[in-house]
């Protein structure tokens, strides 16, 4: 562990490819716990590669990352699975429910990997059902609900190991707009007990909302802006944890 107040910190971090793709070329990135932080980006700018390395699922290629204290480059898969599984929930465009799985089973799933008994994992994903209005739906199948209520079970599934980091991929990417915005007020409201919420979106609208904006362009980042009411905006610009935007 480190003393820094960072739980996501990226230090001239890349990934390359063997097909000699740069993917990401030497990013800084440090987001605080409790912040709120829209990725944008081209197509191909590297945005779901960085959310990957953050959330562990791939490693870089040279640089550092940390994860709630820790560098993952030098934790084995088993420490960084258990890493993964009690600091970070994921979300994804396309949901990735089971089929055919209730959706109690299908958010117990998200403790599979925590050591949870089956029936407190059912117990605690039917209180993380409720908790996102879906206290109704406990029984359904991924096929019996609406493309907006199945990325609220694959949120329920997301915070059921309460988690200080979710990292969403274009959670409303696969919405209609009434569906997104309950999305992103879900996340909002997860934000506002305390949990780091990481969303990339193709959409001005939800990132011009979100407190702070990175913005990826080719591999780096070209741009990493915060409103007045981000928690870092009353910091000095020289506090490495809260540096300003750059370039627009
Ligand atoms: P974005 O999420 O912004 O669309 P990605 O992070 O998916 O961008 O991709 C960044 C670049 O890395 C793209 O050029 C993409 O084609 C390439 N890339 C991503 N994943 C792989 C992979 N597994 N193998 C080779 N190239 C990849």
Do not use: W
């Not at 030497?26 to 987001?31: Q, W, Y």
């Not at 990325?151 to 599934?157: C, E, L, S, W, Y």
């Not at 001005?204 to 909302?209: K, L």
């Amino acid at each position: 562990m480190n003393a820094s107040r960072a739980v996501i910190e990226l230090r001239d971090a890349t990934k390359s490819y063997a097909d000699g793709v740069h993917a990401l070329r030497g990013v800084d990135l440090a987001v605080e716990q409790g912040e709120l932080v829209a990725i944008t980006g081209p197509s191909g700018s590297g945005k779901s590669t960085l959310l990957q390395l953050v959330g562990t699922l791939d490693r870089a290629t040279s640089g550092t990352v940390q994860v709630a204290g820790h560098d993952v480059s030098v934790l084995s898969d088993a420490r960084l699975s258990a890493l993964r599984s009690r600091h970070i929930g994921f979300v994804f465009q396309h949901f990735h429910l089971v089929a055919g799985h209730s959706t109690v089973d299908n958010v117990a799933d998200g403790l599979l990997y925590a050591s949870v008994p089956l029936r407190e994992r059912r117990a605690r994903a039917r209180t993380a059902l409720e908790r996102v209005g879906l206290g109704h739906r406990l029984s359904h199948t991924p096929g019996e609900l609406s493309g907006g209520e199945k990325q609220r079970v694959a949120i329920a599934r997301a915070l059921v190991g309460e988690p200080r980091i979710i990292l969403a991929d274009e959670p409303t990417g696969a919405l209609d707009t009434a569906s997104g915005e309950m999305v992103m007020s879900l996340l909002r409201e997860l934000n506002a007990t305390g949990t780091t919420v990481c969303v990339i979106t193709h959409d001005n609208e939800i990132a011009d909302s979100l407190p702070r904006r990175v913005r990826l362009r080719d591999g780096g980042i070209v741009s990493d802006l915060r409103t007045a009411a981000s928690p870092c905006a009353n910091l000095p610009t020289a506090d490495p944890q809260c540096v300003k935007g750059t370039t627009p």
